[in-house]
Antibody, heavy 119, light 107 residues
């Protein structure tokens, strides 16, 4: 069955960096565009980034452009999100999500990984 | 950027009630609108896509309608398992902007 498992979250000081990973199984990873979405505690969902199936196209939300980088390793079925210059406003659960081809909805999500930015 | 506005933010209802949540886009998104359900501590779950298509495995008491800028999610007869937060999402542009969410609470 389709599974997405995020990892790499934790407690980090302001200004530091963190790299999140999303390892997938149960589908042909290289055929799907993938997204990152975050949710601050008690708040709504915020779309962050997308990478095309072959990695040739990426888009990031204005709120994280220049600080976050999305990447993927299709040989390892893994999506990454590099978080730099973190601030307390980046404290959130970070989810990866699969984009359904020809529809663009997010049909499968991981369980999320919590990033806490605190001094 | 396309902005999505949901109403109401919170909705109190009883089991068996018919519930309607609305979502408005700041510009046309055609039919490229999805609805998700999220329960505490869980990832969102896709309910409706392309404005009115029911995701496989989702109860038929959920339905969606609308196009362009105005959309509706309806739960025909609210069940105990339906108390959750619901989000709309546009995917007309490369970014998948979400609405702010509607929490459906027990009355």
């Amino acid at each position: 069955q389709v599974q997405l498992v995020e990892s790499g979250g934790g407690v980090v000081q302001p200004g530091k960096s963190l790299r999140l990973s999303c390892e997938v199984s149960g589908f042909t990873f290289r055929s799907y565009s993938m997204h990152w979405v975050r949710q601050a505690p008690g708040k709504g969902l915020e779309w962050l980034a997308v990478m095309s199936s072959d990695g040739s196209h990426t888009f990031l939300a204005d709120s994280v452009k220049g600080r976050f980088t999305i990447s993927r390793d299709n040989s390892k079925n893994t999506l990454h999100l590099q978080l730099n210059s973190l601030t307390e406003e980046d404290t959130a659960f970070y989810y990866c999500a699969r984009e359904r081809p020809y529809s663009s909805v997010f049909d499968y999500w991981g369980q999320g990984t919590l990033v806490t930015v605190s001094s | 950027d396309i902005q999505m506005t949901q109403s109401p933010s919170t909705l109190s209802a009883s089991v068996g009630d018919r519930v309607t949540i609305t979502c408005r886009a700041s510009q046309s998104v055609s039919i490229w609108l999805a609805w998700y359900q999220q329960k505490p501590g869980k990832a969102p779950k896709l309910l409706i896509y392309d404005a009115s298509s029911l995701e496989s495995g989702v109860s038929s008491r959920f339905s969606g309608s609308g196009s362009e800028t105005d959309f509706t999610l309806t739960i025909s007869s609210l069940q105990p398992d339906d108390f959750a937060t619901y989000y709309c999402q546009q995917y007309n542009s490369y970014s998948g902007t979400f609405g702010q969410g509607t929490k459906v609470e027990i009355k």
